[in-house]
């Protein structure tokens, strides 16, 4: 079975703060995928970033980063000097290679204070 | 390009009624995804179709069901709506190849009373 385990249910931060939401995932699979998503009060769940298994090398994209490391099945997501539009629920997600739905952790609100 | 659409924004109903909700892909998206967000139980894998077929569901009763149409676009039915039945439920498209990420539309709000 296939589980993502988002620990950090509620994270408070000063903007310019940095701050990492971690993922833990369990899956039985060689080859899968991973996601990141974020949920604006909106409600929209806003794609962020698609990790394969098979491509270990951590990505930057702006305040952005995202480490994955399989010895330890993490993939976190880091938000470099945080501001208030960050404010968010955010969801990692894992979807092994014939399962097309997505498998959600339970989700991180991060609180980006002013 | 025109993103995930859903309709309606909002529904209300009673116990006992039908609910019907409608999803729009993205152009040249072939497989709709549902979801159930309901409160304090987190997002839940509802029902894959794909080229018009129902491919995957998730645990879910039998009263929730839908289709796919010609166009790609999809309807879920819930019936016998139940009071655990308000949600959040989110529609997400994507291409046919396996490994991409699923775009998600903004939801439509379900409230039984």
């Known amino acids: 079975a296939q589980k993502v385990t988002q620990a950090q249910t509620e994270i408070s931060v000063v903007e310019k703060e940095d701050v990492t939401l971690d993922c833990v995932y369990e899956t039985r699979d060689t080859t899968y995928y991973l996601f990141w998503y974020k949920q604006p009060p909106s409600g929209e769940l806003v794609f962020l970033i698609r990790r394969n298994s098979f491509d270990e090398q951590n990505e930057i994209s702006g305040r952005y980063s995202w480490n994955f490391q399989k010895s330890t099945s993490s993939f976190n997501f880091t938000i470099t000097a945080s501001q208030v539009v960050d404010s968010a629920v955010y969801f990692c997600a894992l979807r092994g290679p014939g399962r097309r739905a997505l498998t959600f952790g339970s989700g991180t609100r991060l609180q980006v204070q002013p | 390009e025109a993103g995930v659409t859903q309709s309606p924004t909002h529904l209300i109903k009673t116990r006992g009624q039908q609910a019907t909700l409608r999803c729009s892909p993205i152009?040249?998206?072939?497989?709709v995804y549902w979801y159930q967000q309901a409160l304090g139980l987190g997002l839940q894998f509802l029902l894959w179709y794909d080229e018009g077929e129902e491919r995957n569901r998730g645990n879910f009763p039998p009263r929730f069901s839908g289709r796919q149409f010609p166009n790609y676009s999809s309807e879920l039915n819930v019936n016998a709506l139940e009071l655990e039945d308000s949600a959040l439920y989110l529609c997400?498209?994507?291409?046919?190849?396996?490994?991409?990420?699923?775009?998600f539309g903004p939801g439509t709000r379900l409230t039984v009373t």
């Open positions: 997400a498209s994507s291409s046919g190849a396996s490994y991409v990420e699923q775009y």
């Open positions: 152009s040249g998206h072939t497989s």
